[in-house]
């Protein structure tokens, strides 16, 4: 088992900056891919962001390339999501997931391949 602690989110306004952390423990020996999903308010989960657990790859959804930024601290066990450039439809519970991969070098982007979740964190950003 894995269990994942997300902190970081808040209120800030367009055009500020978020850093969201997840922070992993359990079974943390292995390979995983690392995510961050979001939920706006009465949207399905979607994705944001995943890097392999290399940290060498990385992928992101459209609509934030170029403003966010994820990476891992593997000597802390910890993700981080780095939201620049802010806009009010980012509005949303941000999650971070877990799924295990066969090779250091593989990240995934499909939700239903996750199988470990955070308890989610609120981001709320104003107008």
């Known amino acids: 088992q894995v269990q994942l602690v997300e902190s970081g989110g808040g209120l800030v306004q367009a055009g500020g900056s978020l850093r969201l952390s997840c922070a992993a423990s359990?079974?943390?020996?292995?390979?995983?891919?690392m995510a961050w999903f979001c939920q706006p308010p009465e949207k399905e989960r979607e994705f944001v962001s995943a890097?392999?657990?290399?940290?060498?790859?990385?992928y992101y959804a459209d609509s934030v390339k170029g403003r966010f930024t994820i990476s891992r601290d593997y000597a802390k066990h910890t993700v981080y999501l780095q939201m620049n450039s802010l806009k009010p439809e980012d509005t949303a519970v941000y999650y971070c997931?877990?799924?295990?991969?066969?090779?250091?070098?593989?990240?995934?982007?499909?939700?239903?391949?996750?199988?470990?979740w955070g308890q989610g964190t609120q981001v709320t950003v104003s107008s």
């Open positions: 890097v392999s657990w290399s940290g060498g790859k990385t």
């Open positions: 997931a877990a799924a295990p991969t066969a090779f250091h070098t593989i990240v995934i982007r499909t939700m239903r391949q996750y199988q470990y």
């Open positions: 359990g079974r943390t020996a292995g390979s995983y891919s």
